[in-house]
């Protein structure tokens, strides 16, 4: 990566071609086989950007996920549909996000609100941040890596239906509405025969600072069955204190409970026992053997295109 120059450089000083991110954006050639790098310098971007379809290859530097912020504030409750309050969406295949932050500022109160919405097929994000409260990450669709990320939010803070896998990221609870519950993932998967699911590999689920005063009274959950075959897996992760024993929540009644496919493998910290853990047919007991499945390498075929894209990962198991 370091090699690459970069195309276009944003800079609300005026020092790059351009002020805006969405500026940028009108420059990339319509389905260019070659990375089209956009540097974005240190600043608050206030706008809600969407990398088309026809923008492939797309990359985004930024000078660090807290000095170079794309922020927006669309949400549920003033009007806007879930999938349309994204403050960053990338549909073009291909897209890599370095060194980014991204978030959606409109609250708890504002119910789904999302910062991200991923549908790009081998896209990466390494070293960025994104930050809402409900539906902060949309992983639509499609095969995504994330690296060395950090997400927070307070309820399906990761929801869709990709084929993703998260290595070495950091899934941040924050403190929610009052007599609310956090639930950390809503896996969307419709149909069994689906290759889609959301892995966390080496990662950390933890409380933001604002969540650890109220986490005696805030029940925490991995996940949800959003959809009726969601398929979750944690694996070789560490898990803290604030996860409730029973781990996992129903949606609704017994919807998906039977269906789904929820497991943890390999995990560490205060919040890993799975003893008092959920008994619901969904949720499986499974060996490393099994898990090979949900590596990089097999799960989302990371060694035939993550090389390219200079994004360190592991393919296998640690």
């Not at 090699?3 to 990339?28: C, F, H, N, R, W």
């Not at 996860?243 to 496919?261: H, M, R, V, Y």
């Amino acid at each position: 990566m370091a090699d690459i120059k970069p195309d276009v450089t944003v800079a609300q000083d005026g020092s790059g071609k351009y002020k805006t991110i969405t500026q940028a954006l009108g420059a990339v050639p319509k389905k260019g086989n070659a990375t089209f790098m956009i540097y974005i310098k240190e600043g608050v971007y206030k706008e809600n950007v969407m990398v088309e379809r026809s923008m492939t290859n797309v990359m985004m530097l930024g000078d660090g996920p807290t000095k170079t912020k794309i922020t927006g504030s669309l949400n549920y409750v003033d009007g806007t549909p879930t999938f349309k309050t994204a403050t960053l969406a990338v549909v073009g295949d291909g897209f890599i996000g370095k060194n980014l932050g991204v978030e959606n500022t409109a609250g708890a109160a504002k119910h789904q609100a999302v910062a991200l919405l991923v549908q790009s097929d081998k896209s990466v994000f390494y070293l960025c941040q994104m930050d809402g409260y409900q539906d902060t990450l949309y992983t639509h669709t499609k095969r995504q890596f994330y690296r060395d990320c950090t997400i927070s939010g307070t309820i399906d803070f990761v929801f869709g239906d990709a084929a993703v896998v998260f290595q070495n990221c950091l899934m941040l609870v924050r403190k929610p509405m009052a007599n609310q519950q956090c639930i950390v993932t809503a896996q969307g998967r419709k149909d069994r025969h689906e290759a889609t699911g959301i892995v966390l590999h080496n990662c950390t689920i933890s409380a933001d600072p604002t969540l650890t005063s109220a986490s005696t009274t805030t029940r925490s959950y991995l996940g949800r069955p959003w959809k009726e075959y969601s398929r979750t897996i944690i694996m070789q992760s560490r898990i803290d204190g604030l996860i409730n024993q029973e781990g996992w929540l129903p949606w609704g009644g017994d919807f998906g409970l039977t269906t789904c496919f929820y497991s943890e493998i390999g995990n560490r910290g205060p919040g890993a026992a799975t003893t008092k853990r959920v008994t619901w047919k969904g949720y499986k007991k499974v060996d490393l053997a099994h898990a090979q499945k949900y590596t990089v390498k097999q799960f989302i075929q990371g060694k035939t295109w993550l090389p390219k894209t200079g994004v360190p990962f592991t393919p296998g198991l640690m």
